[in-house]
């Protein structure tokens, strides 16, 4: 049993909060959209910024949404990889520069992942789930997911595994059944 370290928003709740976010953001001129081949390299930079990871890279096997302002270089990322032969998604990555943090932009592109997995496998997702800080708990319990403690294995749907965090720096597993809608 899953126990949260953060209990997650209600459906309604992280649609409000979603609601109130973007608009501000828009206005700004910030933009999402599905990344393209010429974003590697700058995803690849939020991430190994993010990480500390001199030597991360997105797989041919990962998707992601970025965000843009002005030039469309992307300022934002979230990384996912989807199972073919499931309907579970791993979040493995969001980042933001470090100058456009704290706006919500994050919070924006967790709402867009599960559009973009329901593109890609052509039928809805049922499962999103990664890891993450404990300072970052708390992002992800406003935007619906679970939050368990650090450390505190996770079994997934279609697995009788318990798994671990391996990352020490993001102990701590987020999860959502359903998706966000």
């Known amino acids: 049993m899953n126990t949260p370290l953060h209990p997650p928003a209600t459906t309604l709740e992280a649609i409000r909060h979603h609601t109130v976010v973007v608009g501000p953001l828009i206005e700004a001129g910030y933009r999402w959209r599905t990344a393209m081949p010429q974003d590697r390299h700058a995803i690849d930079h939020l991430i190994r910024t993010a990480t500390g990871n001199p030597s991360w890279s997105i797989t041919t096997r990962q998707h992601a949404t970025v965000a843009t302002l002005g030039d469309d270089t992307p300022i934002a990322a979230a990384v996912i ?82 798994q671990h965090p391996t990352d020490p720096a993001r102990p701590c597993w987020f999860y959502q059944h359903n998706g966000w809608r």
């Open 81 to 162: 990889t989807v199972d073919p032969n499931s309907v579970a998604v791993t979040i493995d990555h969001i980042a933001v520069d470090v100058e456009h943090r704290g706006r919500g932009i994050a919070t924006v592109l967790l709402h867009t992942i599960p559009h973009i997995a329901e593109e890609i496998l052509a039928s809805t997702p049922t499962h999103y789930a990664g890891t993450c800080p404990p300072q970052a708990a708390t992002l992800y319990a406003r935007c619906g997911y679970t939050v368990t403690p650090p450390g505190q294995p996770l079994t997934r749907p279609g697995t009788a595994t318990p």
